[in-house]
């Protein structure tokens, strides 16, 4: 069985700096994606950003950016110049077979002005 | 936008009514998924469909069915509802090639 473990419950942060989403995960699977989706109070889901596991080079999305360790199947969120807009609750979730999607039980982010 | 809408986007019911609640995707995405939230679990699957007429268990799929007779239309049906299944419920879709799941709006069932 797959397993997203996030254990930070909640974070602040200050508007403008820089803050990082711990995610730590198991899957047998050899081939798998990795992803962070946002949830602000409109309880929309968004994605964040992607992770292939067969990419060694970390994906970048303007201002988010993820650090994936592989060996120690680690996945963390860095999200740089924060802003207002992005507090929300963000969860770390994981692909298997048929693509269906684990996830973590989600950090809520606040942001500070 | 995935062009994907839940309905109702709200509902309250009573324990032991029937509730169907449908999502509708614009798209012609092959595969569905329904999951709950709940407080300190995150989203969990309940069931997913690789096809029309094509469906599958997922992590908490007691108490749930569905049917999918068209591309377009995957419900969910709480045969009886119980209160243990007040929460939010999400469809979404896979968007290949690379495996992401983008999601409908919810819907916030309450069973009193």
């Known amino acids: 069985a797959q397993t997203v473990t996030q254990s930070q419950p909640e974070m602040s942060v200050q508007e403008a700096e820089t803050v990082t989403l711990s995610c730590t995960y198991d899957?047998?699977?050899?081939?798998?994606?990795l992803f962070w989706y946002k949830q602000p109070p409109s309880r929309q889901m968004i994605l964040v950003i992607r992770?292939?596991?067969?990419?060694?080079q970390n994906a970048t999305e303007n201002r988010f950016s993820v650090n994936f360790q592989k060996a120690a199947k680690s996945f963390s969120l860095k999200i740089s110049d924060s802003q207002l807009g992005d507090t929300a609750m963000y969860f770390c979730?994981?692909?298997?077979?048929?693509?269906?999607?684990?996830f973590g039980k989600g950090i809520t982010l606040s942001v500070r002005p | 936008d995935a062009g994907i809408t839940q309905s109702p986007r709200h509902k309250v019911t009573e324990t032991g009514t029937p509730v169907t609640l449908r999502c509708h995707q614009t798209?012609?995405?092959?595969?569905m998924y329904w999951y709950r939230q709940d407080p300190g679990h995150g989203l969990r699957l309940i069931h997913y469909?690789?096809?029309?007429?094509?469906?599958d268990k997922g992590e908490v799929s007691d108490g749930y069915s569905v049917s999918r007779s068209k591309t377009e239309d995957f419900l969910l049906t709480l045969e009886s509802a119980t209160s243990s299944q007040t929460s939010v419920y999400f469809c979404a879709i896979n968007h290949p090639p690379a495996d992401t799941q983008y999601f409908g709006p919810g819907t916030r069932l309450t069973v009193l």
């Open positions: 469909s690789y096809g029309v007429k094509d469906t």
């Open positions: 798209e012609n995405h092959r595969y």
């Open positions: 979730a994981l692909t298997g077979a048929n693509s269906k999607l684990t």
């Open positions: 899957t047998s699977e050899s081939n798998y994606y």
């Open positions: 992770q292939e596991a067969y990419k060694q």
